[in-house]
């Protein structure tokens, strides 16, 4: 048994369905059901025995308490997290909560309940917490990728909530004993993706004939990491990584906003073109720059191959057809995600 929080989340799901799919081992799931919490993730397991879903916030300790009582797992996995920079800078409050205030509590009973374990059960826990790549900051164009020891350097509400809680974790692990893993992976895309982020928004956008907005010179540079690939590392670094250790994982795709969103235009070409031979990246629209927006990230993931032997199995080609084919095909999950709540972020942040 592990306890998942976050499981109904895009990465969060994801790594459920793997770990089902893969390890075959019960999963408990705390999710809070935020706007980016989405049930209809994890259709495919209603009646599977093997998943319990609970719906809570890491911050209520109590709950917490009772389900490490209850359920005995043998790890912690959290992925709970506001994660989107543009809502942090927005409304940085959430973030603070979730991501610095929820996980003091969630690592508070995590402490108590490993505490409370005794032979291999307390020599086997691990709490791993999954973080990002924005912790280190903006890199120049030439300036060599991300390791495990850059020096963090957040510079949105986002990220720096990011930072703090990657520092709680690693105090637990120093001052406690906590037996706890780090990662700090690079951009992640792949089915379930909430379409606020980059190349969701660009799907839908394109489908409905409406405006592709790319910020400033569209220029901005980032790894792009497939989720699958991202999860399967994750259960590489809680079988085998060791305590007290940080991981990054990227895909090794460095590639700018605007190669982004024109590759995805691209594929929607071939898939369902336009009349007249009109392409897609007509509809890209250059709008006003992200306050304080990072220029470049890059990971070196030279750690964890060394160490664990992973290797991403996707090229950006490969992940990103699949990504555009799923949206295609998954027309009824679309629909649930684009009302009410999402309908009301986009109009705030790009006007109607």
């Given at each position: 048994m592990i306890l998942v929080t976050g499981g109904a989340g895009f990465i969060g799901s994801n790594f459920v369905?793997?770990?089902?799919?893969?390890?075959?081992?019960?999963?408990?799931?705390?999710?809070?059901?935020?706007?980016?919490?989405?049930?209809?993730?994890?259709?495919?397991?209603?009646?599977?025995?093997?998943?319990?879903?609970v719906r809570g916030d890491i911050g209520d300790r109590a709950l917490v308490a009772h389900l490490l009582e209850a359920h005995q797992p043998r790890a912690?996995?959290?992925?709970a997290a506001e994660s989107h920079v543009d809502?942090?800078?927005r409304g940085p409050e959430d973030f603070i909560q979730t991501n610095v205030v929820g996980t003091f509590h969630l690592l508070e009973e995590a402490r108590a309940y490993h505490a409370g374990l005794s032979g291999p059960a307390h020599a086997g826990f691990r709490f791993l917490h999954v973080s990002t790549d924005e912790v280190y900051g903006s890199l120049g164009a030439h300036d060599p990728a991300f390791t495990e020891a850059t020096?963090?350097?957040?510079?949105?509400?986002?990220?720096?909530s990011k930072a703090a809680s990657d520092h709680l974790v690693r105090a637990y692990h120093h001052t406690y004993g906590l037996p706890v893993l780090t990662t700090n992976c690079s951009n992640n895309y792949g089915p379930f993706q909430f379409?606020?982020?980059?190349?969701?928004?660009?799907?839908?956008?394109?489908l409905r004939g409406q405006a592709l907005p790319v910020?400033?010179?569209?220029?901005?540079?980032?790894?792009?990491?497939?989720?699958?690939?991202?999860?399967?590392?994750?259960?590489?670094v809680l079988a085998h990584g060791r305590v007290g250790e940080t991981y990054n994982i990227g895909?090794?795709?460095?590639?700018t906003n605007l190669e982004v969103v024109k590759t995805v235009c691209a594929l929607l070409d071939e898939a369902r073109p336009l009349p007249a031979g009109r392409s897609y990246a007509s509809?890209?629209?250059?709008?006003?720059?992200?306050a304080g927006h990072d220029r470049r990230y890059a990971i070196d993931a030279g750690k964890i191959e060394r160490e664990l032997g992973f290797r991403p199995a996707e090229s950006f080609e490969s992940g990103i057809r699949k990504t555009v084919a799923w949206y295609l095909d998954h027309p009824a999950w679309v629909e649930s995600v684009t009302s009410g709540e999402y309908v009301k972020w986009v109009a705030a942040h790009y006007g109607t």
């Open positions: 369905l793997q770990w089902l799919a893969t390890e075959g081992t019960p999963v408990v799931n705390l999710d809070k059901l935020t706007y980016a919490g989405n049930l209809r993730n994890l259709a495919s397991l209603e009646g599977d025995p093997r998943h319990c879903f912690i996995v959290n992925f809502r942090s800078i020096a963090y350097a957040p510079n949105s509400p986002y990220s720096a379409p606020e982020k980059l190349i969701p928004l660009m799907i839908l956008n394109a910020y400033g010179d569209g220029l901005n540079v980032r790894d792009w990491l497939y989720v699958d690939d991202h999860c399967s590392a994750i259960r590489r895909g090794g795709n460095e590639m509809l890209i629209q250059f709008v006003e720059d992200r």
